[in-house]
């Protein structure tokens, strides 16, 4: 007798663990060491006796059954070969933030002006010490122009208080209407008047930047971020108002990481569907199809990774930093946790959150790992 | 619900709607019977309808599982009911060619050819191709219009694909008879567009490949593909010269010593009909002086095909036990076949890999392109096919009744708008089609010698070897899941 996983359900094994990922529900399974060798000998064709508990536990969740027969599993998949194929011939640009601007007259703790390493730094409000010419109104309108030619999805409009440059922001806005999937704006809270929040309709959906949730401005289509501090770390759910969504944005001080932060924690996995799975298999699941755009024109992997860049677009047009340095972009895209120090032993892989930003100024390696409690080896969280 | 088994007994099914294979016992078979009623019974009472026949705890796993599947629908995207909500527009279409096309400029630089193979397109077995082998020679005033309007095209695409690569190959008639004109045109390239990085290909039939030719196409970097059907006998019963005589001889001279130069770079072509001897072949293509095989394809058999009028119906019962006995032999030895990979083995590449492509080709889950909702038909301009006369045509295997611009006008975009309608309203049997997320069926397969065929019309009868392939497919997939799972294998197929 053979007991077989569905089509929907992948197996995927760690060093000590396994999980079983059921694409349809987006359920994960953690699996104990003794139940991952279980799975890992019936997925390979290798007969059961039909009694394992286990299994049986398996059939009733729905995850897969027994077969008389050797059985094929065609697992199910998003693309196909051709559509693999094809992947190789096109940039594959999902996301790009613009940094239309860089002026703000707060002085924020959070700000990456004081480089502060911050879990979703690039989702919220920024100015940076950086020298260059800053891009013209009519070059920005430019590159929308090229982003939308790249078959770019999204854009992220961003930088400083953009209430600031509020005249050239919607003259922005306006322009890339239309043009892209979704357009998304980065505001701190404190900047916004009504009369900017009527401006914003139909034209972008706000992330509001805040570090207070209660007073954080309430409507359809905005997302709040919220800054949190070290010393907050512990009741940080104190911080949340009932039936508030908000991103959390962990600032982190001295390197300093509690084990129950989210970002640390279980919570970090994400469960997954079908295209977000097959997505992190093949790209890193947070910078893979990203490129932030200086307000100098630099053209960096994400807003926080100020220390890498692929070329400037002031004078030349995007699409040749891709002519140009394909390959170290696909450095950064291609960083699939499969080549991340710890990751590429552990069964969450391919449906685990990870800001390589962040890990990189804790660690000092693109490819170095702090952020996360679990230790696949031990199949154990701390 | 498409069923299959494999070799072992145990039963499949494709759902095209969904875009999945499942295992598929009687007992699914069964509740989806139940299922399928207007007014489908609750889980209680399909249980205890079928508890007699099936154990309960079966049905019950099966009848939440098929819901559970059904579920996919929400995440992918179901399958248009028709072709209304296509947006072909003359600007969808050229952004789409500025994206997504141009990925090869094909020149045919001469119709003439020192062989009559008895399977060419040209040479009278197909009704509706409507070139003949001629004398007719491109010249270089052509292939220069062709070659700058290409690349005014890439120039023109780079800021919507600035990844994609110029890709030139030469074709025939036997191209090599108008070599001057192929060394003129790299020549040109070369100097003309040399901030751009080509890449050249040529298909041969390797008789007059002698050592010049090659030391050029060598130092140009070319990848060379060979027509070479098999051992002397295999190869000499159809590619024969204009008087008849076996081409065998000489061709091997010229590619054996190519072969060693570059090392094994230059592939062959391998094309086999019913009275071919696939063992004979799989022996021959093991040897390492024998250029190792890119494609194996069957003598094609479009509408309006007579070549197989030839073979008798005793013909074809024995090539059809010959396949039996191939495939039981390949999978006999199928951790050994698939060391030997695709390219020393053409069984491999018939049973193996050929069936992995059917599975690994399906869309799943997605939907398809909103330019073509069905079949596997491109955009024409993904490629550029000239004739000798300046022509452009969707691609080589395409008849050339419907030119979609020349190279004094460049392509006409609202020609190929037509085109495309003209071909969509007649797949008129897709949208009911089982096979619609893996069809790979395109214009050639449905031209007639002014335009199109119905699907509804020429469809009939491919479930058979669709099924075939899944079959194939899953029976591998059984003694050797990895096999069968790795997507790179099938990956390199499309790779050359």
Redesign the interface.
């Known amino acids: 007798m053979y007991f077989?996983l569905?089509?929907?359900c992948y197996f995927i094994q760690g060093s000590k663990r396994g999980a079983i990922f059921d694409l349809?529900?987006s359920r994960i399974y953690a699996l104990s060491p003794e139940e991952t060798e279980l799975i890992e000998s019936s997925e390979?064709?290798q007969p059961v006796s039909g009694h394992e508990e286990f299994l049986h536990e398996l059939?009733k969740l729905?995850l897969g059954?027994f077969?008389d027969?050797?059985?094929?599993?065609?697992?199910?998949?998003?693309?196909?070969?051709?559509?693999?194929?094809?992947l190789?011939?096109?940039?594959n640009l999902s996301r790009t933030f613009l940094e239309i601007n860089n002026s703000c007259q707060r002085d924020c703790w959070f700000c990456g002006w004081h480089g502060v390493s911050r879990s979703m730094g690039c989702m919220g409000c920024n100015k940076w010490n950086e020298d260059g010419r800053p891009l013209e109104i009519g070059r920005w309108k430019g590159l929308v122009d090229?982003l939308r030619?790249?078959?770019c999805k999204d854009i992220v409009i961003t930088g400083g208080d953009l209430t600031l440059a509020w005249d050239k922001t919607m003259e922005i806005l306006d322009y890339a209407k239309g043009k892209f999937s979704k357009i998304h704006m980065v505001l701190h809270q404190d900047s916004l008047s009504k009369s900017h929040l009527d401006d914003l309709d139909g034209r972008a959906r706000p992330i509001i930047q805040t570090e207070n949730l209660s007073n954080a401005v309430a409507k359809e289509g905005f997302t709040p971020l919220l800054a949190v501090k070290p010393e907050h770390y512990g009741d940080i759910w104190n911080f949340i108002p009932e039936n508030k969504d908000a991103l959390l944005d962990f600032a982190i001080k001295d390197g300093q990481l509690s084990n129950d932060l989210p970002i640390m924690s279980n919570k970090k996995i994400k469960m997954p569907?079908?295209?977000q799975f097959s997505r992190h298999m093949r790209y890193h699941p947070c910078i893979g199809g990203t490129l932030a755009i200086s307000y100098t024109g630099n053209v960096l992997p994400c807003p926080m990774m100020r220390g890498h860049s692929f070329g400037n677009v002031g004078d030349g047009?995007l699409?040749?930093i891709?002519?140009k340095g394909?390959d170290e972009i696909n450095k950064f895209w291609k960083l699939t946790l499969d080549k991340i120090d710890k990751c590429r032993c552990c069964e969450f892989r391919y449906s685990c959150t990870d800001c390589r930003a962040l890990d990189e100024s804790l660690t000092g390696r693109l490819e170095g790992k702090k952020v996360c409690s679990y230790d696949p080896e031990e199949g154990a969280w701390a | 619900m498409l069923e299959f088994k494999s070799f072992a007994g145990n039963n499949y099914a494709w759902d095209d709607e969904v875009g999945l294979f499942i295992p598929f016992p009687p007992t699914i078979k069964a509740v989806l019977r139940e299922l399928s009623d207007t007014n489908p019974p609750l889980k209680g009472e399909v249980i205890e309808k079928l508890s007699g026949a099936f154990k309960e705890e079966d049905i019950a796993f099966y009848y939440d599982w098929i819901q559970k599947w059904k579920r996919t629908m929400l995440q992918g995207g179901a399958l248009p009911e028709d072709n209304s909500d296509v947006d072909l527009s003359v600007s969808n279409i050229k952004t789409h060619l500025l994206r997504h096309g141009l990925k090869q400029l094909t020149l045919s630089v001469t119709e003439d050819c020192n062989f009559k193979c008895k399977y060419c397109i040209y040479h009278g077995n197909y009704e509706y191709s409507n070139r003949a082998n001629s004398r007719n020679y491109m010249n270089f005033a052509i292939a220069k219009k062709a070659i700058d309007y290409y690349f005014s095209l890439l120039e023109e695409g780079r800021r919507y694909n600035p990844i994609r690569k110029p890709n030139i190959s030469f074709y025939g008639g036997e191209p090599l008879l108008n070599f001057d004109l192929i060394k003129k045109c790299v020549e040109y390239m070369d100097n003309a567009y040399n901030t751009f990085e080509k890449h050249y290909n040529l298909t041969t039939n390797g008789s007059i490949l002698d050592d010049d030719k090659a030391d050029w196409l060598i130092k140009n970097g070319f990848s060379i593909m060979v027509s070479l059907d098999g051992p002397e006998d295999e190869h000499d019963r159809n590619r024969v010269y204009r008087n008849g005589k076996g081409t065998f001889k000489d061709v091997m001279k010229n590619i054996t010593k190519l072969n060693s130069r570059m090392n094994r770079k230059v592939t062959s072509i391998s094309i086999f009909d019913c009275k071919c001897d696939l063992f004979k072949r799989e022996e021959f293509f093991s040897r390492p002086e024998i250029p190792p095989l890119n494609f194996l394809n069957q003598v094609s058999d479009v509408p309006g095909c007579n070549y197989y009028d030839q073979f008798s119906e005793d013909d074809f019962l024995a090539f059809a036990e010959q396949i039996k006995k191939a495939k039981v032999h390949y999978l006999e030895d199928i951790h050994n076949q698939r060391q030997k990979g695709r390219k020393t083995s053409v069984l491999n590449h018939l049973f193996g890999l050929g069936s992995l492509r059917a599975v690994h080709e399906i869309s799943p889950i997605l939907p398809p392109s909103p330019l073509m909702p069905f079949t596997g038909a491109c955009i024409p301009g993904m490629k550029l096919f000239v004739d000798v006369k300046g022509n452009y045509h969707v691609c080589e295997r395409v008849n050339e009744t419907n030119p979609l611009g020349n190279v004094d006008e460049g392509l006409d975009f609202m020609k190929i708008r037509e085109f495309v309608l003209d071909y969509l309203r007649h797949m008129d049997g897709c949208s009911s089609c089982k096979f619609r997320r893996s069809c790979s069926k395109c214009y050639s397969y449905f031209m007639n010698g002014t335009g199109f065929l119905y699907s509804s019309e020429v469809c009939k009868g491919i479930e058979t070897p669709m099924l075939d392939d899944f079959s194939m497919a899953f029976t591998i997939g059984e003694m050797d899941s990895s096999y069968v799972d790795n997507i790179a294998d099938v990956k390199l197929l499309q790779d050359e």
Do not use: A, H, W
């Not at chain 1, 027969?69 to 094809?86: A, L």
């Not at chain 1, 190789?88 to 940039?91: E, G, R, V, W, Y």
């Open positions: 077989r569905n089509p929907e349809i529900d390979k064709n059939k729905r059954t077969y027969n050797r059985t094929y599993m065609y697992k199910v998949r998003v693309i196909n070969s051709s559509m693999e194929e094809e190789k011939f096109q940039t090229e030619d790249l078959d569907g079908i295209y047009e699409y040749t891709f002519e394909l």
